[in-house]
């Protein structure tokens, strides 16, 4: 084998490398290739996920505000609740103090 049969083998053998080479680089991109209605699916699911999310958010901050309302309204009533038991163990004390009274102004005496 001569200089210029070489020559003529290396390049046969790097043009048949190349072409099995583009080959199956087409054969991987026919493969994997996606279509417009697969890109428009996940475009659409991107955007019900993204609105699904928001709705999320709002509805944890309504129901913080909301817990937020009823903690408070809770401590107002216990508030409410304590002055009122308060104001009936004073009533009860006075009523007492006064049946008291009341009986020992009717004792003969």
Do not use: K
């Amino acid at each position: 084998m001569n200089r210029t049969e070489f020559i003529i083998a290396t390049a046969i053998i790097l043009f048949v490398a190349f072409c099995l080479g583009w080959f199956a680089n087409w054969l991987v991109h026919r493969f994997s290739r996606v279509s417009q209605a697969d890109v428009d699916q996940l475009e659409r699911m991107s955007q019900e996920l993204h609105e699904a999310e928001e709705t999320r958010d709002q509805a944890i901050t309504y129901l913080q505000q909301r817990e937020a309302e009823l903690t408070n309204q809770l401590a107002q009533t216990e508030a409410e609740l304590s002055a009122a038991m308060d104001g009936l163990r004073e009533a009860r004390q006075e009523a007492e103090e006064m049946r008291l009274y009341v009986e020992r102004m009717n004792q003969p005496g």
